[in-house]
Nanobody, 128 residues
């Protein structure tokens, strides 16, 4: 069992930055592959970024490459999402998720139903 708790969300002006954190607890949490997703009102949850258990590989939604950076510190059991040059359309609830199995296919990290554990989410609001 893995518990995930996100933090770091808030209100920021367009062009600003935020760093989200996701604290993981559980004996083997550092061996999980991790992802960030987001959901805006009236929209489906969408993939943001993913990272393998050792940080060796990272994956991003094409539209977010260059602005968002995913990273992890396994010594602290913490996942991060650095978000720069934020836009109003980035406003959403951001969720972290953990997957036991490897990312064998692209679908394994972009589909939310391929993850085993989820946090409660943290709200990010970008004002224009």
């Amino acid at each position: 069992q893995v518990q995930l708790v996100e933090s770091g969300g808030g209100l920021v002006q367009a062009g600003g930055s935020l760093r989200l954190s996701c604290a993981a607890s559980g004996r083997t949490s550092s061996s999980y592959n991790m992802g960030w997703f987001r959901q805006s009102p009236g929209k489906e949850r969408e993939f943001v970024a993913a990272i393998t258990w050792n940080g060796g590989s990272t994956y991003y939604a094409d539209s977010l490459k260059g602005r968002f950076t995913i990273s992890r510190d396994n010594a602290k059991n913490t996942l991060y999402l650095q978000m720069n040059s934020l836009k109003p359309e980035d406003t959403a609830v951001y969720y972290c998720a953990a997957r036991r199995d490897e990312f064998f296919y692209t679908s394994d990290y972009v589909r939310d139903d391929r993850y085993d554990y989820w946090g409660q989410g943290t709200q990010v609001t970008v004002s224009s």
